[in-house]
């Protein structure tokens, strides 16, 4: 094949385990199969407890790849509880200038709307990993149809409401709002709001929603996305993230529901900090 792309492959959250070298060597040829020559950052690999360097470290790893003209995109693969910690050191003036977009998912939500706040540029919230999950085949045929494909046209249904339109900020709830109080934290009047989360049970649920309602967010946004919840799902809790958070918008909000979006290795990506109509 002839290869016309580069990517660079970071981790700006949890360092990655040795034991997944193979894996992530794996996924290296297969987006060299899709297109795709990857180089991979000097943080990768956990060396001090789950940590893969510093967060200036961090920050260096993914801010080489924007400066590098040969990159056209950035895959970060990580995921787990300190991507936050690079953004001081990220250089969004350079960010805003560059065509290039970051793809990650999970503890990646801080990152990329931080991105979308500081710059107004678009972000894929998608982990590049699934290409060599269990729905690989699958997976890679999505990908390889590019950005109008498969891969970011995911299923819905309206739980309230019959149209919205907006911005989309968000992602992973609980990482989002690691953002709250901060610089980073996107302006979300009249946005979509994603919400989706892989760990959390009601107790926990209840405290993001609350969260969210207290800060206003529900009085500003035109509407929620609302993807999976892995482990309220795995349970069958009750109440469901969907009762739950009715119970917190109220009945004016439209919100739609999508099983597509979120932590499993079957779920579709979509673009935080892009405009879009649902009906």
């Not at 919230?125 to 997976?139: C, E, P, R, S």
Request: charged content about 20%.
């Amino acid at each position: 094949m002839d290869v016309r792309k580069k990517a660079g492959i970071v981790c700006c959250s949890n360092g990655q385990l040795r034991e997944y070298e193979a894996q992530n060597h794996f996924l290296a040829q297969v987006l060299l199969s899709l297109g795709y020559q990857v180089q991979f950052s000097s943080c990768i690999y956990a060396n001090n407890g789950k940590l893969c360097g510093s967060a200036k470290e961090r920050a260096n790893a993914l801010m080489d790849f924007y400066k590098d003209d040969s990159i056209q995109v950035i895959f970060d693969i990580s995921g787990g509880d300190v991507a936050n910690e690079i953004l001081d050191y990220l250089d969004f003036g350079l960010i805003a200038k560059s065509q290039k977009q970051l793809w990650g998912y999970s503890d990646l939500t801080t990152v990329l709307n931080a991105i979308y706040t500081k710059t107004g540029n678009p972000s894929v919230l998608y982990q590049i990993k699934n290409l060599v999950y269990d729905h690989a085949a699958q997976q890679q045929r999505r990908f390889a149809q590019g950005r109008c494909g498969p891969l970011f046209d995911f299923s819905y249904r309206f739980v309230q409401g019959n149209q919205m339109e907006g911005v989309i900020v968000g992602g992973n709830t609980r990482c989002f709002l690691k953002l709250a109080g901060t610089a980073y934290f996107p302006d979300v009047s009249g946005k979509l709001l994603l919400l989706e989360a892989l760990g959390g049970e009601v107790p926990q649920v209840i405290t993001y929603f609350s969260q969210l309602k207290q800060m206003g967010v529900f009085d500003k946004i035109s509407g929620v996305i609302l993807g999976t919840f892995t482990k309220m799902e795995q349970l069958n809790c009750r109440p469901s993230a969907r009762e739950l958070l009715l119970s917190y918008v109220g009945s004016h909000l439209p919100v739609i529901q999508t099983n597509e979006i979120g932590h499993g290795t079957d779920s579709k990506a979509i673009v935080i900090g892009s405009y879009r109509k649902f009906e």
